[in-house]
């Protein structure tokens, strides 16, 4: 029973087709022991010492993970939610500050907290490169009343020299063309109230 394995062999020699569900092969495989549960039921010091210490970093990127893909879908309470469960558990959780912030001038336009998100994560992380991109990104922004080209230049120049994964390339990048984008526009909509 713990040999879940079969082979080509086994299909030729008219082995049977297994019948049981996707989720229960898997629930019996665990019971058996041929596959190792991906975490305890419980956390303790008897099953695994070093359990209790990663399980709040794991539900830290849980939330914050569901609160990013509830501000995508549009359940903003759901997400506000999400974020502030996160930060409870970890409030110095650099990665759920700079997608709490980003949460905050997004979607519930409130730049000012956006802001003190951004600000307190490159406080413990200076060189986050996420966090860099979305704090330019909104301080570029034409509807943040508190906008600032010079220090959304100076953050996403930082991102850009400090970017080594192609993620974070890519992220600069997208901040990058969004900051033209919101200049041009700028440049166009001054020039239409003059002409006008």
């Known amino acids: 029973p713990g040999n879940m394995e079969s082979t080509d062999a086994d299909a030729q020699q008219g082995g049977e087709e297994e019948t049981e569900e996707p989720i229960e092969t898997f629930?019996?495989?665990q019971t058996s022991g041929a596959i190792e549960p991906t975490?305890?039921?419980?956390?303790?010091?008897?099953?695994?010492?070093?359990?209790?210490?990663?399980?709040?970093?794991?539900?830290?990127?849980?939330?914050?993970?569901?609160?990013?893909?509830?501000?995508?879908?549009?359940d903003l309470d759901k997400s506000d939610k999400m974020f502030r469960e996160a930060l409870s558990i970890d409030p110095h959780n650099v990665r759920t500050l700079s997608h709490y912030g980003t949460?905050?001038?997004?979607?519930?336009?409130e730049?000012?907290?956006?802001a003190e998100c951004f600000e307190k994560a490159l406080r413990i992380d200076d060189s986050h490169?996420?966090?860099?991109?979305?704090?330019a990104d909104m301080l570029a922004s034409r509807n943040n009343p508190n906008h600032d080209d010079k220090k959304a230049?100076?953050?996403?120049?930082?991102?850009?020299?400090?970017?080594?994964?192609?993620?974070?390339?890519?992220?600069?990048k997208f901040v990058?063309?969004?900051?033209?984008?919101?200049?041009?526009y700028e440049i166009e909509a001054k020039a239409a109230r003059v002409i006008h």
Do not use: H
Not at 44 to 63: G, I, M, T
Not at 176 to 184: G, L
């Open 129 to 135: 490169v996420l966090t860099l991109c979305c704090y």
């Open 103 to 109: 949460f905050l001038y997004t979607g519930c336009v």
């Open 27 to 29: 629930q019996a495989a």
């Open 39 to 74: 975490a305890p039921k419980e956390f303790n010091k008897d099953n695994d010492p070093d359990s209790a210490a990663k399980a709040p970093a794991y539900r830290v990127a849980a939330l914050c993970d569901l609160g990013s893909t509830y501000r995508i879908i549009g």
């Open 176 to 184: 990058k063309k969004n900051i033209a984008e919101s200049r041009k």
């Open 111 to 114: 730049y000012e907290r956006a």
């Open 153 to 172: 230049d100076q953050l996403i120049d930082k991102a850009r020299w400090l970017a080594s994964s192609e993620s974070e390339k890519q992220s600069v």
